[in-house]
């Protein structure tokens, strides 16, 4: 059963320090959605990419968040330098986009527990 | 008016009840309806997808969209413990690219 691997699964860092989450999706699938998710505020949307470009990234404060695909099989999320409001976890998610538009559901890793002190 | 309202709960009833589960939503445009189910430090998984207004049956599990009403359910029917999770619903339109979720409304199945 094909999934979408995150890693690390748990993050706990000092307030400063560079934090990296890193997704793998799922083999084929052309788009990738970078979430987060808070008690308060639900599952936010930061950034997504289709076939690797970036599209939306506007849900990021860009001052300190970042978001790349180096390669189809790698997404990376950095937060630098880190707060402790940024404490929540990140989701990866990963669809398949037809030329057409049409877009099948997404599948969600299992997330990245972030913790900022 | 927030795109979509979904009652954050909790919500508690017995084993063997059955469970409605409701959204609203503001926008007209959207055109793919769908409910994920999240359980405790785990991502949410696609429970439920459909596109049209009516009924969509899989199990024990059915959805019912009335875009007349904006208005979307997911029903559980002899409902078990191992329901107790986190619900989302979530739409979007192709042109969009991107899904919108709700808050999720969290239920727990009493043994």
């Known amino acids: 059963d094909a999934r979408v691997t995150q890693t690390p699964r748990h993050k706990v860092t000092e307030m400063g320090q560079e934090v990296t989450m890193r997704c793998q999706p799922i083999?084929?699938?052309?788009?990738v959605f970078w979430y987060r998710q808070t008690m308060m505020q639900g599952l936010e949307l930061l950034a997504y990419f289709r076939n690797r470009a970036p599209l939306d990234d506007s849900g990021m404060p860009k001052d300190r968040f970042s978001a790349e695909m180096p390669d189809a099989t790698l997404a990376t999320l950095k937060i630098q330098p880190s707060e402790p409001r940024d404490s929540a976890v990140y989701f990866c998610a990963s669809g398949l986009t037809s030329r057409g538009g049409g877009n099948q559901p997404q599948h969600f890793g299992d997330g990245t527990r972030l913790s900022i002190l | 008016q927030k795109e979509v309202e979904q009652d954050p709960g909790p919500l508690s009833v017995p084993e063997g009840a059955i469970v409605s589960l409701n959204c609203t939503y503001s926008n007209s445009a959207f055109q793919y309806f769908m409910w994920y189910r999240q359980y405790s430090r785990k991502g949410p998984e696609l429970l439920m997808y459909t596109y049209s207004s009516g009924n969509k049956e899989d199990g024990r599990f059915t959805a019912q969209v009335d875009k007349s009403s904006k208005y979307i359910s997911l029903f559980i029917r002899d409902s078990q413990p191992s329901d107790s999770a986190t619900y989302l619903c979530?739409?979007?339109?192709?042109?969009?690219?991107?899904?919108?979720f709700g808050s999720g409304t969290r239920l727990s199945i009493r043994p």
């Open positions: 083999l084929g699938h052309n788009t």
């Open positions: 979530a739409f979007y339109y192709s042109s969009a690219s991107k899904i919108i």
